[in-house]
């Protein structure tokens, strides 16, 4: 029975299952790029044929899909009016918007098809866990290739001229030389280091729904090793964050927790001083252990903030402008959702973000006190909030999105279940 559970049985399913057992496969044609968006969208397709042919009711979309899909929906229009505002051309806006449906596009269209079409999450926590046990055994070349004399690049794919924002989206990296320090850092098939760690934790996570112990455990590790090898700061305090939180939150309703909790504000009234100076190194030690790297993500952000407010305030400039030579000429606004969507679509662009994640985040919070599934929605959807703040979303949708259908899959169960 076990095994049905897991098995792909919808077409929807076996595109989703094999898509994530394929990942090593299709890093290293260079084919991850590609396939994420593509993927998004034939599902989107699928989930439009569905109401088309009355397999499927668009009023059974929950109310935060619809939030997603406006919110996205709403990227696409700002960012013709950014365009229109600096006169960019019918050039970029086209480039501009074949880029919106590779990246912000996915971020709704994903879990519309969790949400409508007939997708199990246990289909999806199978495939995270049999793509760990491939990482399991791929590990070692990794980690042996700096070494042994192996070279950091093995090819970038000839598929780049489909069109990316580098070629680092296509390539097949097998490690790089952390600058200043000489060490090697990992990125996996991600197109840097901290979006590695970035998927290490969002597998970890789906592979902890997993039933099966040895699968469940096999996934996790595969999840662990990816999130440690990568060096990323932030998917360790993840990690030490969701898990505690998601636990914690869903189970607000408990007595036990609130009597729990009382001496512990207590505790945190009395030791608060010496313990807020304790963050306060911590922070201070979480920064310099990349100084350089903090430096310029700090300066990157100072240079968006003041150019959105003094030259875009509302709609944004449009497009990625890379920095000075202050910031090693890195896009302004990189590194972070906020930032990156202040320059680029302004305002209007930050709010199109920031209510479909709180629309998510307070309806899944709710519904956590009562239904298992939708606390893995709530852990993954915090996640998003997180790397919000350390990475673009946008960007890196096309290899996050498991995580976004089972967000769908989270909200599809609570509106199902609201209506009986």
């Not at 505690?244 to 945190?268: C, I, M, Q």
Request: hydrophobic share 55%; with cysteine.
């Amino acid at each position: 029975m076990a095994e049905t559970a897991n098995h792909p049985q919808t077409a929807a399913e076996r595109l989703i299952a094999k898509t994530i057992e394929w990942t090593w496969a299709l890093w290293l044609v260079g084919g991850l790029y590609i396939a994420g968006p593509a993927l998004g969208w034939v599902l989107a397709g699928m989930a439009a044929l569905a109401i088309y042919l009355d397999q499927a009711k668009a009023s059974s979309i929950p109310g935060s899909i619809w939030i997603w899909l406006a919110g996205m929906a709403a990227m696409l229009v700002i960012l013709w009016v950014g365009h229109a505002n600096f006169e960019l051309g019918p050039g970029k806006t086209i480039k501009s918007s074949i880029g919106w449906a590779k990246g912000w596009a996915l971020m709704a269209l994903f879990p519309l098809a969790g949400a409508l079409l007939n997708v199990r999450a246990e289909v999806i926590y199978r495939a995270i866990c049999k793509l760990g046990l491939q990482t399991i055994f791929l590990l070692p070349i990794f980690l042996a290739a700096p070494y042994v004399g192996l070279p950091e690049l093995l090819w970038i794919s000839p598929l780049k001229v489909i069109g990316g924002s580098g070629p680092e989206y296509f390539a097949a990296q097998l490690y790089t030389i952390e600058p200043g320090a000489g060490t090697p850092r990992w990125q996996f098939f991600a197109p840097w280091s901290p979006a590695a760690g970035m998927m290490g934790v969002i597998y970890v996570l789906l592979a902890m729904q997993e039933k099966h112990s040895g699968w469940k455990t096999v996934g996790i590790i595969g999840g662990l090793l990816l999130a440690l090898f990568s060096q990323s700061r932030l998917a360790l305090v993840a990690l030490l964050v969701i898990v505690p939180f998601v636990w914690g939150a869903s189970r607000l309703g408990k007595g036990y927790l609130w009597l729990l909790a009382a001496p512990a504000v207590l505790a945190l009234g009395v030791f608060g001083p010496a313990l807020f100076e304790l963050i306060d190194s911590a922070i201070s030690e979480f920064s310099a252990a990349r100084a350089d790297s903090s430096r310029v993500r700090a300066a990157l952000g100072r240079i968006a903030i003041h150019r959105w407010e003094t030259e875009a305030y509302w709609f944004g400039h449009g497009i990625v402008e890379n920095g000075p030579h202050l910031v090693e000429y890195m896009p302004i606004g990189s590194h972070h959702s906020w930032y990156g969507l202040l320059f680029v679509k302004g305002l209007l662009g930050a709010i199109a973000l920031a209510i479909p994640l709180a629309a998510s985040f307070g309806v899944l919070l709710v519904k956590a006190q009562a239904q298992p599934n939708a606390r893995i929605g709530l852990g993954l959807t915090l996640a998003l909030v997180l790397y919000s703040f350390g990475e673009n979303l946008e960007i890196l949708a096309y290899l996050y999105w498991p995580a976004l259908v089972v967000i769908g899959i989270a909200l599809r169960s609570m509106s199902q279940s609201a209506k009986t």
